[in-house]
C-alpha cells in the first residue's frame, strides 16, 4: 500500500475515532476513551511508520509510546476521575511530541531551541493548512499514472488508464449499489419467506442501525479534512517553525551578570528570613505547639497554595538563570552559588507545605484533592533536584528529564489507585479512634474504587453504632441496588441528580466498561448471593 492511501485509511481511523468516541462518548472513565486514544496512536503510525532501527531518539520514542499506551489503559483499569482531564492533555501533549520526533529528529529534536514552539503552533496550524495537500497529491498520482501509461503504451491513454484506484471505487459504488437495491426487489418479490426476513431487518435497521449511521455520517464529513490534514502535515514532514534546529542561528540575549545576581540575591535574602520564621513555628507544629489562636485547619489552609506558586515561581527563576545567564569566570560562579542557594531555600518553603498538607489531612483525612497534590509536591522537589544536578553538569538534558519524571509520577499516581489508598486511609483512622468523622457520602461519589472499599468493610463500619454513618450507609445501600444491580427504583430520583457521573461508570454498553465499576457490581452480586 502506497504512503498516500496508507494516509488516507489513517485519515479514516482517526476520524471515525473523533466521530464515535468524542461525540458519541459513553462512560466516564472507561473503555471508551481508551480505544480513542489506541485509534489516534494506530492512524498516526500507520500514515508515518514506526520508528526504524538506528533512527535518532529511537529508544525515546518508544518510551513515549509506552507511556501513552499505559496512560490510555488507566481510563478501563481504575476510576481516577480526578485525574481523567489530566491524563488526557499529557496523552495528547506526548502524541504531539511523538510524532514531531518521530517526522523532525534532526530539524527539532526534544528540548532544543524551537521545539516547544513547532510543538505548540502544530496543535492549532496542522488541522488547517494542509486541507488542500491530499486533493493535490491525488491529482498528481493521476498525472503520474498518465504518464507512465503514454510511455508504455506508445499513444494516447484510454480513459480508463487515467482513473485512480478511489475514483474507480466510487464508480462501482454508484453502479452497484442501485442495481443492489434492484436485485434485492426482486427477490423479495419472488420468495415470501425471503420477503418476511426482509421486512423484519429493515424494521430493525430503520430502529436501531440507520439512524446512528446517519448521524455519525453527518458528523464525520465536516471532521475529516482537518484529520486529513494533521495526517498529511506529518505525512509531508511539514514545520511551522522558522528557527527549529537551524545552523547559524543567533545567539539568545543573555541577562546582564549583574542583574541577575542582584535579583538572586535579594530574593535568596527575603527567602532565608522566611526560613528562620518557619524553623521556630514549623517545628514546632511537628511537637503539637501551633501558634495560639491558630487551629490545625487554620495553619493547614494558610499559605498552602501560595507556597506551591512560589515553588513554581522559584523552578522557572532557575531555569531562566540557566538558560540566560553566563556562567563563567567569577561572575557565572555567583550566580550558580545563588542559584543553588535558591533551590535550598526552595526546598525549605516545600518541607512548609507539605507538613502543612500533613497537619490538614491529619485533622480531616484523605480527600482526592489532598493525595494528587501531595505527589505534585514530592514532583517538584524531584524537579529541584534535577535544576541542582544541571548547575553541575551542563549536558544534563533537563527538558527530557523534566518530562519523564512528571510522566512517571503521573503513572505511579494512576496505578496506584487513589481512590483505594483514601478509603482505606479515612476508615483505617476512623474505625482507629483517630479520626472524629468519616464522610461515607463523599467517598461514595470519590470514584468506584473507593465506593468498592466501602462495601468490603461496611460491616466493621456497622459495629460502630455511629447514626451519621448508618444513615450514609443505608444510603450507600439504596444506591448501589438502584444502579448496579437494578433491584430497587430511585423513586425520587435522588442518584440521577447527585451523582449523575455514576451514570456513564455503570452503562451496559461495551464502551462504558470499566474495571472497577466492574469489580463493584461482582462485589455487589457476591454480596446478595451470601
Known sequence: MSKYFRALAASVIG??????????????????????????????????????????????????????????????????????????????????????????????????????????????????????????????LSKAKRNIADGTANSAPTRRSGLSTVVQIIIALAVGLPLLI???????????????????????????????????????????????????????????????????????????????????????????VF????????????????????????????????????????????????????????????????????IALSFVQLASAFRRMALYIEAYGLSEDRYLVSGFMILMGVLFILLAVREFFEKLPLFKSALLAGVLALLLINFSVPGYWIASHNIDRYLSGDLDMLDADYLMRNSSDSLLVLLEREDELREEEDDRIEKDLDQIDKFVSSRYIKEADDEDGLFGNRYSSYNKVIDTTWRSFNVSSYRVLMATEETRRD
Open 275 to 342: 526560613a528562620v520564621v518557619q524553623s521556630v513555628y514549623m517545628f514546632g507544629a511537628w511537637a503539637g505547639e501551633l501558634p495560639e489562636g491558630l487551629t490545625y485547619a487554620e495553619y493547614a489552609r494558610s499559605g498552602f497554595f501560595e507556597l506551591a506558586f512560589v515553588s513554581v515561581i522559584n523552578a522557572i527563576m532557575i531555569l531562566v538563570s540557566i538558560r540566560y545567564t553566563k556562567r563563567r569566570e567569577r561572575a557565572g560562579t555567583t550566580v550558580r552559588v545563588l542559584s543553588m542557594i535558591l
Open 182 to 272: 434492484v436485485l434485492t426487489v426482486l427477490l423479495a418479490s419472488s420468495d415470501a419467506v425471503f420477503a418476511d426476513w426482509l421486512g423484519d431487518l429493515i424494521q430493525f435497521l430503520d430502529a436501531r442501525f440507520v439512524t446512528d449511521v446517519l448521524f455519525r455520517l453527518f458528523l464525520f464529513v465536516p471532521v475529516v479534512p482537518f484529520v486529513m490534514s494533521t495526517i498529511f502535515s506529518y505525512k509531508n514532514k511539514r514545520f511551522y517553525s522558522n528557527n527549529g534546529g537551524a545552523s547559524g542561528s543567533t545567539q539568545a540575549m543573555l541577562i546582564p551578570e549583574v542583574s541577575a545576581i542582584t535579583i538572586l540575591a535579594l530574593v535568596n535574602a527575603l527567602y532565608l
Open 15 to 140: 476520524a471515525f475515532a473523533v466521530v464515535e468516541f468524542v461525540f458519541f462518548s459513553y462512560g466516564f472513565s472507561a473503555f471508551n476513551a481508551t480505544v480513542f486514544y489506541f485509534s489516534l496512536l494506530l492512524a498516526f503510525f500507520l500514515a508515518i511508520g514506526f520508528p526504524q532501527s538506528g533512527a535518532k531518539n529511537r529508544t525515546l520514542q518508544f518510551v513515549l509510546m509506552g507511556a501513552i499506551v499505559a496512560l490510555s489503559a488507566c481510563f478501563t483499569l481504575f476510576d481516577n476521575r480526578g485525574l481523567d482531564f489530566l491524563n488526557g492533555a499529557v496523552i495528547l501533549f506526548l502524541m504531539g511530541i511523538l510524532c514531531l520526533q518521530r517526522i523532525g529528529e534532526e530539524r527539532v529534536a526534544i528540548g532544543e531551541k524551537g521545539f516547544l514552539k513547532e510543538l505548540l503552533l502544530g496543535y492549532i496550524l496542522r488541522p488547517l493548512l494542509s486541507i488542500p495537500d491530499p486533493f493535490k497529491e491525488a491529482s498528481e
